[in-house]
């Protein structure tokens, strides 16, 4: 299991980009598929973003595809997620989560799915 770090949120108005960072450190990070969620006020978790243990794979939900992009950085050990046009409705906690022991192409989506999980970072878009 790895420990996982996020890091960039903040406020923006919209049409606005920011870019999240996580760091992992403990063992499995190659290993892991990583996603992000995010939880906006009054509402539950969802899914926003995942990339394969490789790298070469990667899905997106609907209301971010286009506008979000998620890579990483094995050698670092990091996970990001540039998010570009921000909109208000991009407003929420962010949350990165790892998926250890994936097969290679995984773009796992589900919560369950995922074993590890960071602390969130604040992320607030103004109109």
């Known amino acids: 299991q790895v420990q996982l770090v996020e890091s960039g949120g903040g406020s923006v108005q919209a049409g606005g980009s920011l870019r999240l960072s996580c760091a992992a450190s403990?063992?499995?990070?190659?290993?892991?598929?990583m996603g992000w969620f995010r939880q906006a006020p009054g509402k539950g978790r969802e899914f926003a973003a995942v990339?394969?243990?490789?790298?070469?794979?990667?899905y997106y939900a609907y209301s971010v595809a286009g506008r979000f992009t998620i890579s990483r950085d094995n050698a670092k050990n990091t996970v990001y997620l540039q998010m570009n046009s921000l909109k208000p409705e991009d407003t929420a906690v962010y949350y990165c989560?790892?998926?250890?022991?994936?097969?290679?192409?995984?773009?796992?989506?589900?919560?369950?799915?995922?074993?590890?999980w960071g602390q969130g970072t604040q992320v607030t878009v103004s109109s």
């Open positions: 990339i394969s243990r490789n790298g070469l794979s990667t």
């Open positions: 403990g063992r499995g990070f190659s290993s892991s598929a």
């Open positions: 989560a790892g998926n250890t022991h994936s097969n290679w192409f995984a773009t796992p989506r589900a919560e369950e799915e995922f074993d590890s």
